[in-house]
C-alpha cells in the first residue's frame, strides 16, 4: 500500500521570471497521503528540454524535502510523487539504496518516470522474460522496476525516436498481458506528458482532476492521486476515479485521453482501503469511506448483539474506539446498541501508524508511544473496544493490558473486519500467514491470547455489504477479500506463497549485512546514470563518459539539452 501522485500544469512555460512550478502541489498532496506511506517518499518533476530532477529519501515528507525547501530545486510543469510503505520483510534501512528509495523509478527509452502502488504476482516469470528475452538488467527486488522495464521495453519495439500517445496506449496493452496482480500507477514521459493507469480489477485506488490554470487565463490543470482528499484539498473539481483496466494520458496543453487498454474484469476494489488505509473523508470507486465505516458500525453492533444478548449489553458501560481508522464506526456501534461513547484512549499525533512500521519490535513498542489511557474512562467498567482490524494481534494484546492497567473490570474487543486469515498479495503487506493471530484459532482462542474476556468479528457479507450498499449504479460489484478467506480475484500463479515467504525472508537477512555491489549506478535516464551519491553521470550513444568538465559540483552542466536527473536530497550542503 503506497500513494501515487501525477501532474501536469495548464501553464507550460520556461519563464524564470514566472517559473511553473509543478513540484509546489506535488509537495502539498503528499502530506494528504502521508497515511499511505511514512517509509520513503520522493518527487520526480520535468522542466526544460526534457530535464529530470528528483528528490527522494528515507522518511516522511516533511524530512525529505526539508519542510519545503528542497521544493525550490525541483523545476518544471509536470511530475510525479510517490508515498512508500514497507513491503514483505523490508525496512527503512534495507531500502535505503538509492535504487530502491522510493518506488520512484526512471528508466530509458524516453525517459520514463514511474511511481508505482500495488504488487506484481508473477513477478519471477517477468523476471525471466526481461532477462531471457528482453534482456534488460533488474538490480533490485522491486515489482515496480520489473514493471517500468516491461512498459520501456513495448515503448522501445516501436522503434520511434519520439512516440505518441497511440504508442503510449499500445505498449500499455501489451505490458498487461504480460503482468499479473494489483496496481494503480502514475508515469510521466519526459517532456510529453503524464499517465494514470489502473488494473483491470481495480484492486487499487486512482482518481483525476481538474483545475483551472493560475498562472494562464483558459488552461486546466489536472492531477492524479491515490485518493479524493489530496486532489479536493487542492482545489481540484471534476473527480473521477480512473476505471479497471483504463489508461489515462495528459499531454501538455491539451485535454486527457482515456483508453480502455484491457476488458474490465470483475470490479473489486480491495476492501482494506475501506476498512482501515483510506482516509473517512475520501471518497473511492463512488463510495465514501465515512459512510462506510458508520454501516460497519451497526452492522457490527448487530453481531455484537446476536453473540452477547440483550444481558451481555446492559454490563457494558462504554464504547471506546481504538483511534482514529475506528472512531466512526465506534460511534455507530454506541449509537446502535444505546450505550455511552468516550474516548478512552489519547493518540499522540507525533507518532507514526504501528500497523505500516516495518519491522514487528518497532510496532510493539509504538503502540505505548502512539496511545495513553485516560484512567477515569476504564476504572470499574466493562469497555467495548472496537478497532479496525486484529492482524497479528500484539497491538490488540497491549491495548487490552493498558485498559486493565487503567482499572477495567472487563474488556470485550470488538473488530470491524472479519478474522484475517491469509496474506495479502496486492501490495500491502499485513503480514506472513504464522503471524497472523486468527491462523487456525477461533474467536474464544484469540481472546485467551490477548487477555480479553470476549473478541467479537464483523462476519464477511456484513463487511461487504457495508461498502456495496453505498456503491454507486456502475460501481463496483464484489470486493477483493483474499486476506479473509483466501479467495482473491486473480488467479494465483503456482508457487507463489513460497516466492513471498522467501522474499520476506531473503529481505530480512539483506537488512543485517552490508550493501550489495551493484546497487551505485542504477538509475537510467536517456543514457545517463545516477551513482550512490544521487548524482548523474551523462553517457554518450556510445556508453562514453563526458569529460569531467561538464560536471560542476556534482551536478550536470546545463550545456546538453537532452534528458538528465540529479536527486537534490544527495546534496549534503542543502540539508
Same mark, same amino acid.
Given at each position: 500500500?503506497?500513494?501515487?501522485?501525477?501532474?501536469?500544469?495548464? %501553464?507550460?512555460?520556461?519563464?524564470?521570471? %514566472?517559473?511553473?512550478?509543478?513540484?509546489?502541489?506535488?509537495?502539498?498532496?503528499?502530506?494528504?497521503? &502521508?497515511? @499511505?506511506?511514512?517509509?520513503?517518499?520522493?518527487?520526480?518533476?520535468?522542466?526544460?528540454?526534457?530535464?529530470?530532477?528528483?528528490?527522494?529519501?528515507?522518511?516522511?515528507?516533511?524530512?525529505?524535502?526539508?519542510?519545503?525547501?528542497?521544493?525550490?530545486?525541483?523545476?518544471?510543469?509536470?511530475?510525479?510523487?510517490?508515498?512508500?510503505?514497507?513491503?514483505?520483510?523490508?525496512?527503512?534501512?534495507?531500502?535505503?539504496?538509492?535504487?530502491?528509495?522510493?518506488?520512484?523509478?526512471?528508466?530509458?527509452?524516453?525517459?520514463?518516470?514511474?511511481?508505482?502502488?500495488?504488487?506484481?504476482?508473477?513477478?519471477?516469470?517477468?523476471? @525471466?522474460? $526481461?532477462?531471457?528475452?528482453?534482456?534488460? %538488467?533488474?538490480?533490485?527486488?522491486?515489482?515496480?522496476?520489473?514493471?517500468?522495464?516491461?512498459?520501456?521495453?513495448?515503448?522501445?519495439?516501436?522503434?520511434?525516436?519520439?512516440?505518441?500517445?497511440?504508442?503510449?496506449?499500445?505498449? $500499455?496493452?501489451?505490458?498487461?498481458?504480460?503482468?499479473?496482480?494489483?496496481?494503480?500507477?502514475?508515469?510521466?514521459?519526459?517532456?510529453?506528458?503524464?499517465?494514470?493507469?489502473?488494473?483491470?480489477?481495480?484492486?487499487?485506488?486512482?482518481?483525476?482532476?481538474?483545475?483551472?490554470?493560475?498562472?494562464?487565463?483558459?488552461?486546466?490543470?489536472?492531477?492524479?492521486?491515490?485518493?479524493?482528499?489530496?486532489?479536493?484539498?487542492?482545489?481540484?473539481?471534476?473527480?473521477?476515479?480512473?476505471?479497471?483496466?483504463?489508461?489515462?494520458?495528459?499531454?501538455?496543453? @491539451?485535454?486527457?485521453?482515456? %483508453?480502455?487498454? &484491457?476488458?474490465?474484469?470483475?470490479?473489486?476494489?480491495?476492501?482494506?482501503?475501506?476498512?482501515?488505509?483510506?482516509?473517512?473523508?475520501?471518497?473511492?470507486?463512488?463510495?465514501?469511506?465515512?459512510?462506510?465505516?458508520?454501516?460497519?458500525?451497526?452492522?457490527?453492533?448487530?453481531?455484537?448483539?446476536?453473540?452477547?444478548?440483550?444481558?451481555?449489553?446492559?454490563?457494558?458501560?462504554?464504547?471506546?474506539?481504538?483511534?482514529?481508522?475506528?472512531?466512526?464506526?465506534?460511534?455507530?456501534?454506541?449509537?446502535?446498541?444505546?450505550?455511552?461513547?468516550?474516548?478512552?484512549?489519547?493518540?499522540? @499525533?507525533?507518532?507514526?501508524?504501528?500497523?505500516?512500521?516495518?519491522?514487528?519490535?518497532?510496532?510493539?513498542?509504538?503502540?505505548?508511544?502512539?496511545?495513553?489511557?485516560?484512567?477515569?474512562?476504564?476504572?470499574?467498567?466493562?469497555?467495548?473496544?472496537?478497532?479496525?482490524?486484529?492482524?497479528?494481534?500484539?497491538?490488540?494484546?497491549?491495548?487490552?493490558?493498558?485498559?486493565?492497567?487503567?482499572?477495567?473490570?472487563?474488556?470485550?474487543?470488538?473488530?470491524?473486519?472479519?478474522?484475517?486469515?491469509?496474506?495479502?498479495?496486492?501490495?500491502?503487506?499485513?503480514?506472513?500467514?504464522?503471524?497472523?493471530?486468527?491462523?487456525?484459532?477461533?474467536?474464544?482462542?484469540?481472546?485467551?491470547?490477548?487477555?480479553?474476556?470476549?473478541?467479537?468479528?464483523?462476519?464477511?457479507?456484513?463487511?461487504?455489504?457495508?461498502?456495496?450498499?453505498?456503491?454507486?449504479?456502475?460501481?463496483?460489484?464484489?470486493?477483493?477479500?483474499?486476506?479473509?478467506?483466501?479467495?482473491?480475484?486473480?488467479?494465483?500463479?503456482?508457487?507463489?506463497?513460497?516466492?513471498?515467504?522467501?522474499?520476506?525472508?531473503?529481505?530480512?537477512?539483506?537488512?543485517?549485512?552490508?550493501?550489495?555491489?551493484?546497487?551505485?549506478?542504477?538509475?537510467?535516464?536517456?543514457?545517463?546514470?545516477?551513482?550512490?551519491?544521487?548524482?548523474?553521470?551523462?553517457?554518450?550513444?556510445?556508453?562514453?563518459?563526458?569529460?569531467?568538465?561538464?560536471?560542476?559540483?556534482?551536478?550536470?552542466?546545463?550545456?546538453?539539452?537532452?534528458?538528465?536527473?540529479?536527486?537534490?536530497?544527495?546534496?549534503?550542503?542543502?540539508?
Amino acid at each position: 500500500m503506497c500513494g501515487v501522485i501525477g501532474l501536469i500544469l495548464g %501553464h507550460v512555460g520556461d519563464d524564470p521570471e %514566472h517559473p511553473c512550478k509543478a513540484a509546489v502541489a506535488l509537495h502539498e498532496a503528499l502530506y494528504f497521503l &502521508q497515511h @499511505r506511506g511514512q517509509d520513503a517518499c520522493g518527487i520526480a518533476t520535468c522542466a526544460a528540454g526534457g530535464r529530470i530532477y528528483q528528490c527522494k529519501g528515507n522518511g516522511m515528507a516533511a524530512k525529505v524535502f526539508a519542510d519545503g525547501m528542497r521544493i525550490q530545486d525541483l523545476p518544471g510543469s509536470m511530475g510525479i510523487g510517490h508515498l512508500r510503505y514497507p513491503t514483505a520483510g523490508t525496512s527503512s534501512n534495507a531500502e535505503s539504496q538509492p535504487e530502491i528509495l522510493p518506488k520512484l523509478y526512471v528508466n530509458s527509452p524516453y525517459g520514463i518516470c514511474l511511481a508505482h502502488n500495488g504488487n506484481l504476482i508473477n513477478a519471477p516469470e517477468l523476471r @525471466r522474460y $526481461l532477462d531471457t528475452v528482453a534482456h534488460r %538488467h533488474i538490480n533490485t527486488d522491486s515489482d515496480s522496476e520489473l514493471m517500468l522495464n516491461v512498459f520501456a521495453n513495448e515503448l522501445n519495439e516501436t522503434g520511434k525516436a519520439r512516440v505518441n500517445t497511440d504508442d503510449i496506449f499500445n505498449s $500499455l496493452e501489451r505490458m498487461y498481458e504480460r503482468c499479473s496482480g494489483g496496481w494503480a500507477c502514475t508515469a510521466m514521459i519526459a517532456g510529453f506528458g503524464v499517465l494514470g493507469f489502473r488494473d483491470s480489477y481495480g484492486i487499487r485506488p486512482l482518481v483525476l482532476g481538474e483545475r483551472k490554470s493560475d498562472t494562464l487565463p483558459g488552461a486546466k490543470d489536472y492531477m492524479l492521486a491515490s485518493e479524493s482528499i489530496a486532489l479536493r484539498q487542492l482545489g481540484f473539481s471534476n473527480i473521477r476515479d480512473i476505471l479497471p483496466g483504463q489508461a489515462v494520458f495528459i499531454q501538455k496543453g @491539451r485535454a486527457p485521453v482515456f %483508453h480502455q487498454v &484491457q476488458t474490465p474484469k470483475t470490479y473489486s476494489p480491495d476492501i482494506f482501503e475501506y476498512v482501515y488505509f483510506a482516509r473517512p473523508d475520501t471518497v473511492m470507486d463512488g463510495i465514501s469511506v465515512h459512510a462506510s465505516r458508520q454501516l460497519m458500525g451497526y452492522k457490527l453492533a448487530d453481531k455484537i448483539r446476536e453473540l452477547l444478548g440483550d444481558e451481555g449489553i446492559k454490563d457494558i458501560d462504554a464504547v471506546i474506539p481504538i483511534p482514529e481508522t475506528s472512531n466512526t464506526s465506534a460511534a455507530s456501534v454506541s449509537e446502535r446498541l444505546g450505550l455511552k461513547f468516550c474516548q478512552g484512549f489519547v493518540k499522540n @499525533r507525533y507518532v507514526f501508524r504501528t500497523f505500516i512500521m516495518p519491522q514487528q519490535g518497532a510496532r510493539q513498542k509504538g503502540v505505548r508511544r502512539k496511545l495513553s489511557a485516560i484512567q477515569t474512562e476504564f476504572e470499574g467498567r466493562c469497555v467495548l473496544l472496537v478497532d479496525d482490524s486484529i492482524v497479528r494481534g500484539t497491538t490488540s494484546k497491549e491495548i487490552v493490558a493498558m485498559a486493565r492497567e487503567a482499572g477495567a473490570r472487563k474488556v470485550i474487543f470488538a473488530s470491524c473486519a472479519p478474522p484475517i486469515t491469509a496474506p495479502h498479495i496486492y501490495g500491502i503487506d499485513l503480514a506472513s500467514p504464522t503471524e497472523l493471530i486468527a491462523s487456525g484459532k477461533d474467536r474464544f482462542a484469540i481472546a485467551k491470547s490477548i487477555d480479553a474476556e470476549e473478541v467479537i468479528y464483523q462476519d464477511l457479507d456484513d463487511l461487504k455489504a457495508a461498502c456495496a450498499e453505498l456503491a454507486p449504479p456502475n460501481g463496483p460489484t464484489e470486493f477483493e477479500v483474499g486476506v479473509f478467506c483466501g479467495k482473491y480475484v486473480t488467479p494465483v500463479p503456482e508457487g507463489y506463497f513460497e516466492h513471498l515467504n522467501e522474499m520476506r525472508g531473503t529481505k530480512r537477512k539483506h537488512a543485517t549485512h552490508a550493501p550489495i555491489a551493484s546497487s551505485g549506478a542504477t538509475m537510467i535516464v536517456g543514457g545517463s546514470q545516477t551513482g550512490t551519491n544521487g548524482s548523474a553521470s551523462h553517457l554518450t550513444a556510445h556508453g562514453d563518459e563526458h569529460s569531467p568538465s561538464l560536471k560542476r559540483n556534482g551536478a550536470i552542466s546545463p550545456i546538453r539539452d537532452d534528458i538528465s536527473l540529479h536527486n537534490m536530497a544527495s546534496e549534503p550542503e542543502r540539508r
